[in-house]
């Protein structure tokens, strides 16, 4: 991530001032005509600093200003992987940068500051760059009010990479921000115990001959004195390189081609709710247990992802594609099992292996749009289908009745198969036959023979031993975006145009979905659409009037 990490300071003496900094560097470019001149270009630059005197100089510097000494070559971290360097100093070791980062140490401990002076807060432009400002406040016996000012802020010129990190940035330095109050609070209690700064302040003579030096002496006083930790500067080079390091591997740019699809829009929207949800939590009395956050974080991944997005894949048995899924259950029960799935019927499997229902729902979920999926991987009573159209259980959880009875739902019990036990050494992993029976119960009577559309053409596919399972991943997804674009229209037709149902009926015969399993097919994936695609065409519409 090009960005820099600083710790300022408001000192009283001086007013705000650059303690810490830290820097990525990037491995150098080929030598060539242009790198001379970005060079030479580098050169001037640094000379002029000099000359200006941009730079505070040592007699402006007090105790509390400084953080290494004179002479102190930094702290220096290489990434193995990457070959970036992350260098740390009192101020920035590129001359184009000192100016940016006094700026952002400026703002961020005077103008830019949130309600109680103590917190985030973002600002920035495109000529200085976009700030991420978290000022705190340290105790310190010898300062007026008993408390110094600081800031951490990380400077970077890229604004929407920057608020996308917010809840993460958020998160960390408020870890190193704690870590920093409650050890110098310790050391503000002991002081305190051994003699009372409020006496001493009593019985002093503020006159014009003492003040002075009472207020220069109380304005040296540097961070790791107030901390007693001898190796503050090293701590915080490690957690500065750390979050540098993670703030640019967390996130990765995509090139999309054209518009943004449906699944992109709702997945981007789902995780802005999940982060301002943690930030209220965060935010709220007691804040957000850890285990709660990692819970939640965890579930949004399998989510979308699902085995995906973690680095090694479990063992056992797992489903591993939608054909695999048809080979396991059989032609029959697959189709009846799928045809739920479009229709926006509830999914039940109930199993004692959590894995293998979990594989069996991130199959199952790359044939509805990513709107359309609300899921509950593993639990341990019965969820309404309102809540969640893919519910995985126990397998001594009851499912109600009325549910059993139901139309709109389609129960899958994964038993263990009793000849398990003859050849379970000698089967494979994926061997899923050897290992479990899978048992389909629905008391839906419509015949699934007939449609919708979607599914005969992926059947088609499925069964086309020619067709590989990337191949026939990309006819999903195509397949997927034509109908998507059928609910489009069909959405702007009937809920924005407000056209009548005669009209609408039209619209579906020219749509080729005019059949029943087409209709309920729509239907349900109108439910789908993305807030952002549904807010836009309503703003159009108003606009247009």
Partial sequence: MNA????????????????????????????????????????????????????PQRSDMCEGCRSLPPGHPGFLSVDSETSIRFVSHQQPRRPQLFSIVRQACVRSLSCEVCPGREGPIFFGD???????????????????GFQRWYSVVMVTMDRIYLINSWPFLLTHLRQTIGSLQS??????????GVSGQRSVRL?????????????????????????QHPSLWESLHCSFTWLLKASGSRLTEKLLEGAPTEDTLVLIERQSEQEEEMTGWEGAEGGVSSAQQNQ???????????????????????????????????????????????????????????????????????LLPRGCCRCVLYSECYEEAYRCNF???????????????????????????????????ASSDDDILSLYQCRLTSASTQPTDRGPTLLNKLELALTNENLSVDVVSHC???????????????F???????????????????LGASDDDNVRLLKFWLTGLSKTYKSHLISSLRHAH
């Fill in 4 to 55: 820099l990490v600083a710790l300022c300071h408001f000192c009283e003496l001086h007013g705000p001032r650059t303690l810490f900094c830290t820097e990525a560097l990037h491995p150098p470019a080929p030598p060539g005509p242009s790198r001379e001149l970005e060079r030479e270009r580098e050169r001037e630059e640094g000379l002029n600093m000099k000359a200006n005197n941009s730079a």
């Fill in 126 to 144: 495109d000529q200085q760059g976009f700030v991420f400002s978290h000022t705190f406040f340290i105790k310190d016996r010898l300062a007026r």
């Fill in 183 to 192: 050890t110098a609070l310790k050391v503000f209690d002991s002081e305190q």
């Fill in 203 to 227: 019985d002093s003579v503020f006159s014009p001959a003492v003040f002075p030096p009472q207020r220069s002496g109380n304005a040296a006083r540097s961070l790791p004195s107030l901390t």
């Fill in 296 to 366: 939640s974080e965890c579930d949004e991944g399998r989510d979308f992802l699902g085995d995906r997005s973690q680095g090694e894949e479990p063992a056992g048995p797992r489903f591993r594609s939608l054909r695999h899924l048809r080979q396991v259950l059989g032609a029959s029960e697959f189709r009846q099992l799928t045809w739920h799935v479009l229709m926006g019927n509830q999914v039940i499997w109930r199993g004692a292996d959590p894995q293998l229902i979990q594989s069996a729902f991130t199959v199952l979920k790359a």
């Fill in 391 to 425: 519910l995985g259980l126990r397998p001594d959880v009851p499912v109600p009745p009325h549910v059993l009875a139901s139309e709109f739902s389609v129960l899958v019990d994964v038993v263990s198969d009793d000849r398990s036990s003859l050849y379970s050494a």
């Fill in 476 to 490: 999903l997804l195509c397949l997927k975006e034509e109908w998507m674009n059928k609910v489009k229209v069909l």
């Fill in 492 to 510: 702007k037709f009937s809920k924005v145009d407000g056209r009548g149902r005669e009209e609408t009926q039209k619209l579906l015969g020219v």
